[in-house]
């Protein structure tokens, strides 16, 4: 399995940033994972986005969930984030991520590489 995002490296502040990871080998509507965001800005720790199960269920971070869209195209194999009214705050290496859920809880799996998208004017 091997997951790639892609998207625009710089965003101006106030825009939306829009950010797909393509998935390879397995369908994104598999039971029983959950295809994730992270992101990790400069010199900080990881910071869980959202994410969309298997199912289509979305769920997001409290903290980020007025900005932010996760969504999917079965189609293609593929899913996306959307962030809206980005600062140089949300400045950071974006990751797409699987969580595979398992008897004792579940763990993530597979990452992408991880995008790095600056917010500047």
């Known amino acids: 399995v091997q997951l790639q995002e892609s998207g625009p490296g710089l965003v101006k502040p106030s825009q939306t940033l829009s950010l797909t990871c393509t998935v390879s080998a397995g369908s994104i509507t598999t039971n029983y994972y959950s295809w994730t965001w992270i992101r990790q800005p400069p010199g900080k720790g990881l910071e869980w986005i959202g994410c969309i199960r298997y199912s289509g269920t979305t769920y997001y971070s409290p903290s980020l969930k007025s900005r932010t869209s996760i969504s999917r195209d079965t189609s293609k194999n593929q899913f996306s984030l959307q962030l809206s009214s980005v600062t140089p705050e949300d400045t950071a290496v974006y990751y797409c991520?699987?969580?595979?859920?398992?008897?004792?809880?579940?763990?993530?799996?597979?990452w992408g590489q991880g995008i790095h998208v600056t917010v500047s004017s």
């Open positions: 991520v699987r969580w595979v859920e398992t008897n004792l809880g579940g763990g993530y799996d597979y």
